[in-house]
């Protein structure tokens, strides 16, 4: 974890944001695994990785984070089309009715 604190220092995110960060991706996964209020948390995503893309990765004179904020706005797209699309028969959206 203090690897992943010192590489968005680096950047000049604050350090103590990684935990938060980490555990925002996780939840948010584990959430669309499941099928869990799957839109919110797709919708959730796609701001987290457009933000993520346009304060840290934005960097024109270099090509590995310019390639780094393509990815993370392509990620946004398909967090978009999730979220449009909802959560399938299996996830537990569907179980609660």
């Known amino acids: 974890m ?3 604190a010192g590489y968005m220092a680096s950047g000049g995110i604050p350090a103590f944001l990684a935990w938060p960060a980490v555990l925002f991706e996780i939840l948010a996964g584990a959430a669309i695994i ?10 959730a995503s796609a701001a987290f990785c457009v933000v993520t893309a346009v304060l840290y990765h934005f960097v024109l ?7 780094m904020f393509f990815k993370k706005i392509g990620l946004a797209g398909g ?5 449009n699309a909802g959560s399938g028969a299996f996830s537990v959206d569907a179980r609660k009715g």
């Open 61 to 67: 004179a270099d090509q590995m984070q310019m390639t």
């Open 34 to 43: 499941a099928g869990f209020q799957t839109r919110l948390a797709a919708l």
């Open 2 to 4: 203090d690897g992943f």
């Open 79 to 83: 967090y978009l089309l999730l979220a």
